[in-house]
């Protein structure tokens, strides 16, 4: 079975645009380590750099990771949460901007290479544009080009994931879909460049998440994966399974087929319920879905279901997953 962890900030505040100081109380990063280890089925966490964990306070977190025997299953980079960025972070118009940005993934991809994470994911949500005629968009285009394949060369052991998004914060993401996150990094031409998948932005991005992870896979792109659901309007980070349910039995059907083996993370925001109650959910749903697959679904054939009227492939299908006989 595939590792799980989970994002430490399914632990925080959990703000929003209504709520500006949150819904809960603002849990130190030590207290959500604890909470995370005394559940059953997390194997790690996962940070950003460097708001959470960082060269400086490592020595203090490490013994407690060890405590309850967490591994740092990714690290993302802060170049979207901060008003520094709103001009965007590689694509920023501006030299400095850019500079920084590069050199902060540069720091990150050191300290991870120093800690043992093979992925440094990046979401880069402050890239792109909120009006038409705004943005030089070839600029943009080589400016990120550029970033990327200048921080993938400064290690090429460290794995950068980037996590697509339709928008938010940015009206209009850059990097808003699969195919666009498999461009990108095809055209940087380095190997360590790919996607860490959402399949809450998938979804909302009106994507078939088992169709772009296994384009992906066969790619060699699909780096890391984050695990919550949404009603596809907006990114609402609820816990896994909570809307799509036979979206999530083909995805990890696939994943199976496929032969992914990195981490399962969860990316939550549990803005009015309970952070331990949603890791709970999610674990139990994922570990129920991949024995529901070895169950039931280990024989299914392609090549035959697609013989029949599309109709009678879910037919066989709920035969299967429901255990029962279909009308005659």
Request: negative net charge; proline residues 3%; aromatic residues 10%.
């Amino acid at each position: 079975m595939n590792n799980i962890s989970v994002g430490v900030w399914a632990y925080g505040a959990c703000s929003d645009r209504y709520v500006g100081d949150g819904y809960k109380s603002r849990l130190p990063l030590a207290q959500r380590i604890e909470h995370i280890g005394k559940l059953g089925g997390v194997d790690g966490i996962e940070i950003t750099y460097p708001v959470d964990i960082n060269e400086e306070n490592y020595p203090e977190y490490a013994p407690l990771l060890q405590k309850y025997g967490l591994r740092i299953s990714s690290m993302g980079v802060e170049i979207v949460c901060d008003k520094e960025w709103k001009t965007g972070s590689f694509t920023s118009p501006h030299r400095e901007v850019r500079e920084k940005t590069v050199a902060l993934v540069k720091k990150a991809m050191d300290f991870a290479a120093q800690i043992g994470v093979e992925v440094v994911s990046l979401w880069m949500g402050q890239d792109g544009f909120d009006y038409l005629m705004q943005s030089d968009y070839r600029q943009q285009w080589e400016f990120l080009i550029q970033g990327l394949r200048e921080c993938a060369a400064h290690n090429p052991a460290i794995k950068l994931g980037m996590e697509y998004k339709v928008s938010e914060p940015r009206l209009k993401c850059m990097v808003n879909s699969g195919g666009m996150a498999l461009a990108v990094a095809q055209c940087t031409g380095m190997d360590n460049v790919g996607v860490t998948m959402d399949i809450g932005h998938a979804i909302n991005a009106g994507e078939n998440p088992a169709e772009i992870a296994a384009i992906l896979f066969s790619q060699n792109r699909l780096f890391h994966l984050h695990l919550n659901d949404n009603y596809r309007i907006a990114d609402d980070d609820m816990p896994i399974g909570s809307v799509h349910f036979l979206h999530f039995v083909e995805l990890f059907y696939w994943l199976k087929k496929m032969g992914y083996q990195g981490w399962y993370s969860l990316d939550m925001y549990p803005y009015r319920d309970d952070a331990d109650e949603a890791t709970r959910a999610s674990v139990t749903f994922i570990r129920g879905v991949e024995s529901l697959i070895d169950r039931k679904l280990g024989d299914y054939s392609f090549e035959t279901a697609q013989s029949d009227a599309p109709s009678k492939i879910l037919e066989g299908l709920f035969e299967k997953i429901f255990e029962q006989e279909g009308i005659s």
